[in-house]
């Protein structure tokens, strides 16, 4: 999750067919130089991102709360998705013990469970989790801020 975050690689979550986080009514952000991405969208789906820099846009969803590219519960342009969907990671909120907002979303993160391989792994897992719930803000944002290790579980910037 933390590699994804920092934007070192996509996340490797075994999703195994599901599709919570496309069915969930949110925004996804797509930043100027994701070219190929764009280029698959068709423009009328694309929205100027709100207090982003100009060229920031968002992908919407349709009237279901679908992402337009889920086409058949798969996403049409997997290859070419946005970044925001390669570093999506639903564990996260199950790392931290936060609930998400989207109840797709939430049924899926009460499905992931934890083990550990010592006594100091679950000790370091039990303080993210009272970490994090320390946060304020939006619940992704506290789950995303107690789990980077740059922000550690402190305060979510205003």
Same mark, same amino acid.
């Given at each position: ?59 919407? *969803? %349709?009237? @279901? ?6 086409? !058949? ?7 070419? /998705?946005? &970044?925001?969907?390669?570093? *999506? %990671?639903? @564990? ?6 936060? !609930? ?7 049924? /899926?993160? &009460? ?14 897992? !039990? ?32």
């Amino acid at each position: 999750m933390r590699a994804a975050l920092r934007g070192e690689r996509d996340a490797a979550v075994p999703c195994n067919g599901c599709t919570a986080c496309c069915r969930s009514a949110q925004f996804v952000a797509i930043e100027p130089d994701e070219t190929e991405t764009l280029a698959r969208i068709p423009a009328e789906l694309l929205f100027p991102a709100p207090l982003r820099p100009p060229g920031h846009v968002v992908m919407g *969803y %349709d009237a @279901r709360g679908h992402c337009p590219m889920l086409v !058949d519960d798969r996403c049409s342009i997997y290859e070419h /998705r946005p &970044r925001t969907c390669r570093m *999506y %990671d639903c @564990r996260v909120f199950a790392a931290t013990g936060i !609930d998400p907002e989207k109840p797709e979303v939430a049924k /899926r993160v &009460r499905e992931w469970m934890f083990t550990y391989a010592s006594e100091s792994d679950e000790a370091d897992h !039990d303080a993210l989790r009272d970490g994090a719930a320390r946060l304020s803000g939006a619940p992704t944002e506290r789950a995303v801020h107690a789990i980077s290790p740059e922000y550690g579980a402190r305060p979510c910037p205003s």
